[in-house]
């Protein structure tokens, strides 16, 4: 191939880059960037709140045992849903609140444990219950009628009886 023929190849295939790239600005398309691995793979904690949605709906017990998904209470659904990932908790709502590191609420993600003084057993500074934080001022968590359930933590008796949260993950 001689120099001429290199020259015009090189000059249409340069001249049809800038008429596409043209024609994707002014589309208004904004163009694409390759992403990291990290920025698109899930996190852990939606990982988690994900893995716990396919137990909506599964009854409460009080006490139910940590090896069935028949029933859970909620130490024993957060205990169930966090095994998967890896992570052991302890079996009760109060021994979990001690487990990883404060968070605030203002800066709580998904996947992160949320504890409530909430129920017959609560005087308002003691750890009663045990959810997992959704993201969005969404939690999801097991007790009485719903069974596993999601809540905003956000309003009435979540928000009310609200004590403090954890990260685990």
Known sequence: ?????????????GLASAIGFSTLLASGAEPV?????????????????????????????FGASTSTTRVFDCSSFTKYVFKKYGVTLPRTSAAQAKAGYAVSKSNLKAGDLVFF????????????HVAIYMGSGKIIHTYGKPGVTISNLNSGTWKRTYLKARRVL
Do not use: C, D
């Open 1 to 13: 191939m001689n120099k001429h023929t290199l020259f015009q190849k090189v000059l249409t295939v």
């Open 33 to 61: 960037q390759a992403q990291s691995a990290t920025s698109t793979a899930v996190s852990k904690g939606t990982q988690v709140v994900n893995y716990g949605k396919n137990f909506l709906g599964r009854p409460y017990k």
């Open 117 to 128: 003084s909430s129920g017959s057993r609560a005087n308002g500074r003691n750890v009663t």
